[in-house]
C-alpha cells in the first residue's frame, strides 16, 4: 500500500495513476497483443498511465484533460519534449473531438481512445462514430453489469456499464474484445 493507503491510488514511478496496481501487467498484454499504431488517453488526471505507456509505447500518442493543473512535472517534461501530445480542454467539445478525430483516428492504421474521462457514456457515444474498422474504444469504471461489480470488492467505481452503452454498441457496430481487461475495470469494444 502507498502513502494513499487506498488501492485506486497506486503510484506508477512516483506518479499517482488512478488503476489497479497491477496495471501494467494487463496493460503490457493489452498492448503488446493489439500492435496499436496510435493512442489516445481522454482523462490524463496527474498521469501515471500516462507516463506508464510513454514508456511502453513508441507510437505517437495523446493525453487529454480539461484540467492542467495536477498533472506531474515528470508528465509535464513529455509534453515539452514533444514525446505525447497533451490535448486541453473538454473531451466532448467539437474542436477537440475534430482535432482527435483529424489526427489520431482517420489516418490510416489501427487507433485505441482510452477512455478515463468525466463522461465516458457520452465520450464513448461520440467518438464511435468515428471509428474505422479494426479500431478499439475502451472505458475505464467500467463493469458488465451492477453483478459483476457486486461481486468484488476491489474497485469502487462503476461509471459505465454494457447496458449503459447498448444503443451505441448497436448502432456502431461495437463488439467487447480483450476480456481479460475487464479484470482491471476496462472494457473494450472493437469496432468490426
Ligand atoms: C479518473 S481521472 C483520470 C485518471 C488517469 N487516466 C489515470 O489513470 O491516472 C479523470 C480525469 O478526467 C478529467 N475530466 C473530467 N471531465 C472531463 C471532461 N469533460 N473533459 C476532459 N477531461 C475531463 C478530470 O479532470 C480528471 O483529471
Known amino acids: 500500500m502507498n502513502q494513499y493507503n487506498q488501492k485506486w491510488a497506486f503510484e506508477y514511478e512516483g506518479i499517482l495513476t488512478q488503476q489497479y496496481d497491477n496495471f501494467p501487467t494487463y496493460f503490457d498484454k493489452f498492448l ?14 496527474y498521469g501515471g498511465l500516462t507516463l506508464y505507456l510513454s514508456n ?5 500518442f495523446a ?15 513529455l509534453f515539452d519534449k514533444n514525446l505525447v501530445e497533451f490535448i486541453h ?7 477537440i473531438v475534430n482535432h ?15 477512455c478515463d474521462g468525466g463522461v465516458k457514456k457520452d465520450t ?15 472505458a475505464h469504471d467500467f463493469f458488465i453489469d451492477s453483478n459483476a461489480f457486486n ?22 457496430n ?14 473494450v469494444y472493437e469496432k468490426k
Open 32 to 45: 503488446s497483443l493489439n500492435n496499436f499504431d496510435r493512442i489516445v488517453e481522454i482523462g490524463t488526471s
Open 56 to 60: 511502453n509505447f513508441s507510437g505517437p
Open 63 to 77: 493525453t487529454l484533460d480539461m484540467d492542467n493543473v495536477k498533472i506531474d512535472p515528470k508528465v509535464k517534461d
Open 89 to 95: 480542454g473538454d473531451e466532448l467539445e467539437s474542436s
Open 100 to 114: 482527435v478525430v483529424d489526427k489520431y483516428i482517420t489516418p490510416p492504421g489501427k487507433v485505441v481512445l482510452l
Open 124 to 138: 464513448i457515444k461520440e467518438y464511435s462514430k468515428f471509428l474505422k474498422l479494426g479500431d478499439k474504444i475502451a
Open 151 to 172: 461481486s468484488q470488492n476491489n474497485w469502487e467505481w462503476m461509471q459505465i456499464t454494457q447496458d449503459s452503452i447498448s444503443d451505441t454498441i448497436k448502432k456502431e
Open 174 to 187: 461495437l463488439l467487447l474484445c480483450d476480456e481479460y481487461m475487464l479484470d482491471i475495470a476496462w472494457g
